[in-house]
């Protein structure tokens, strides 16, 4: 059964490389990639430019762009303030040259260190007299009581149209116009719909222009990263475009990692031990590292990422691998909100201990299913017994608001018309409250 996500694939991948290769477009770059000589879309101008951390939210932030292979030397002038003076402060990018399906670009990174907490900073990336549009991004504060980030679900589609990822677009703009305070955001894996086709990157990096570049992504990798023309494989152009904390556990670096921000310990896993299977068991190193990891944090609250649901919507799908693997160590060390994403439904369980739903949250942990900020939706999306809160966004994207502070932590999910679906939050005494809730419509 669980392979049958991997073959049903295959012809939709065959069909999709075809059309790309006979209208000879690129779609979403702006460039034009001719069948003779298709092209990275990289030119010797910096594009692709992405806020992460790999260090201290406080006093770092790490800058990954792209420029097309001729480029020998990129750099991130950066200076506190809206604007760039001539006195900004100059970091030099290391590179790395990434194939792709589309030929080899070069990817830069660098991770800017003693920094102002609390300040905003004008950056811009490039070299010579080749730069990105200036932009800045703002360091966290020393001591950080409350905060808000940002949560999007699959944000994959299809890159044919006009506007490929627009909806994504509108979707992540919508919540960043809605909530000017977050100080970052998660994308939960799919971010593409085959991740290993370059064009689908170009033009979701297009669509993420003015997004990413302001506000810190720290993304989790979902099986469309492993999906390509001819394959599946490692999610290698994820890994290659995105500079992520290395503190995950060894061979899978990217892949897992954790982070800190304010009274929050977060950590990233990566859930597709199905489309890996053929780089082995990617599992029990996680698992290791987890129960090390989570151990270690002293963190009022804990939050865990990772793609294939624990407690899904789809009808006729079970993770029953992930669960099995990731639950009692989440649970065991009082993780208290999961997100996970894949079947772009909108879920939630009561605080779960092995599988049995709890009173409070403080004896258990919260599943939740963020549903998605593309295009794609499941009909086949049902309520099932484990769900105390279920809802199909078959109408529109959505989005998460998550406001945290020491004692209390409120998550709100909404519409891409501002419609709240869901809205509660728990308290550091362990009690849940209901706050606002869209019901469920029943099919007609
Ligand atoms: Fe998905
Ligand atoms: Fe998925």
Sequence with gaps: MKNLGIRTLALPALVCCLSLSMTGQTPGTGATATAEAPTTGASATPDHVTLTWTGDPATTMTVTWRTDATVEAGFV??????????????????????????????????????????????????????????????????????????????????????????????????????????????????????????????????????????????????????????????????????????????????QAYAYDYGPVHFVVLDSQQVEQRQQGDILTAQKEWLERDLAASKAPWKIAFFHRPPYG????????????????????????????????????????????????????????????????????????????????????TNYWVLEVSKKKLAVRVLKLDGTTIDSFEIDSKGNFKQKEQLQEKKAA
Aim: glycine share 10%; hydrophobic share 35%.
């Design 77 to 254: 002038e950066y200076e506190k303030g809206a604007t760039l003076s001539g006195k900004a402060l100059r970091a030099p990018g290391t590179a790395h040259d990434f194939t792709s399906d589309l030929g080899t670009a070069r990817v830069f990174s660098a991770t800017l260190t003693g920094l102002t907490p609390g300040k905003r900073y004008a950056y811009r990336v490039g070299g010579g007299d080749r730069w990105s549009e200036t932009s800045s991004f703002e360091t966290a504060r020393k001591k950080v009581d409350r905060f808000k980030f940002l949560l999007f679900g699959d944000s994959q589609a299809p890159i044919t149209g006009d506007a490929p990822f627009g909806l994504w677009r509108r979707t992540a703009l919508r919540a960043i116009g809605e909530n000017p305070d977050a100080r970052f955001m998660v994308i939960n894996g799919d971010l593409t719909d085959w991740g290993l086709m370059q064009a689908h990157w170009n033009a979701w990096f297009a669509a993420s222009r003015g997004i990413i570049d302001r506000l810190p992504l720290m993304p989790v990798s979902g099986n469309h990263e492993h999906y390509g023309s001819r394959k599946v494989s490692r999610q290698d152009y994820y890994l290659e475009q995105f500079t992520l904390p290395a503190n995950g556990p060894e061979g899978l670096r990217g």
């Design 313 to 396: 919507t789809k009808l006729n799908r079970d993770e029953t691998e992930i669960r099995e693997a990731f639950c009692p160590i989440l649970e065991r060390h009082g993780v208290d909100l999961v997100f996970n994403a894949h079947d772009h439904g909108i879920a939630r369980t009561p605080p779960m201990k092995s599988g049995v739903a709890m009173k409070k949250p403080s004896e258990g942990t919260i599943y939740l299913v963020v549903g998605q900020s593309g295009g794609k939706t499941y009909k086949d999306n049902v309520r099932k017994e484990f769900h105390s809160f279920f809802y199909n966004p078959l109408d529109q």
